[in-house]
């Protein structure tokens, strides 16, 4: 069965630190997908990656895939209160691409 | 943003009574999805759709239905709804190509009391 394991679970620090969130599975994903959920609202996608190795950046947040595919990070620099949200990982099932498996989140709040 | 929308928004009802939530989508995309949402479970899937009338379950499809009869609409029956329904569901709908993303309607907040 696939897993996506996400740590921590809850993080609250303040604004300008940085910060590492995980998501972890056992299993091989052919590719990552990292979500954002403000409260109230739908995830909102933030990235893909595909390739192992693969770094990507979004202005403040990097995003690396592990190299055997099986795990991601997201690293946010100088965090903002903007930045508050639940972060979500998923990944797609072995038996279709249309179907994702998720994690259960890191909720992170940024204080001003 | 994806042309999504969930009706209602919220909804308190009863043990026992039936419920039916719409999504409405104006982006033809194939897929359409159901989950619900909990705390310390993530997303979990009920339904999903990949065609009109075509249907199949996911992990946690017991005491739900689902019905799409038209591209644009999927909709997720309680059949009875329990306490343990009580959750915020979210409609989603996707290409269905790899790697592709889903976006995701608003939610809607069920209370089964």
């Known amino acids: 069965t696939q897993l996506l394991e996400q740590s921590p679970q809850f993080l609250s620090i303040q604004e300008g630190e940085n910060l590492t969130v995980y998501c972890n599975s056992s299993?091989?994903?052919?590719?990552l997908q990292w979500y954002r959920q403000e409260p109230g609202e739908g995830p909102v996608l933030l990235v893909t990656v595909v390739t192992g190795g693969e770094v990507k950046k979004l202005k403040r947040l990097t995003f690396q895939f592990g190299d055997a595919r099986k795990d991601s990070s997201l690293h946010i620099t100088a965090a903002q209160p903007g930045d508050t949200g639940l972060y979500l990982c998923?990944?797609?099932?072995?038996?279709?691409?249309?179907?994702?498996?998720w994690g259960a989140g890191t909720k992170l709040i940024i204080k001003p | 943003d994806a042309g999504i929308t969930q009706s209602p928004r919220h909804k308190v009802t009863e043990t026992g009574t039936p419920v039916t939530l719409r999504c409405h989508q104006t982006?033809?995309?194939?897929?359409m999805y159901w989950y619900r949402q909990d705390p310390g479970h993530g997303l979990r899937l009920i339904h999903y759709?990949?065609?009109?009338?075509?249907?199949d379950k996911g992990e946690v499809s017991d005491g739900y239905s689902v019905s799409r009869s038209k591209t644009e609409d999927f909709l997720l029956t309680l059949e009875s709804a329990t306490s343990s329904q009580t959750s915020v569901y979210f409609c989603a709908i996707s290409l269905g190509t790899h790697a592709d993303t889903q976006y995701f309607g608003p939610g809607t907040r069920l209370t089964v009391l």
């Open positions: 759709s990949y065609g009109v009338k075509d249907t």
């Open positions: 299993s091989v994903f052919s590719s």
């Open positions: 982006e033809n995309h194939r897929y």
């Open positions: 998923a990944g797609p099932t072995e038996d279709s691409n249309y179907q994702l498996i």
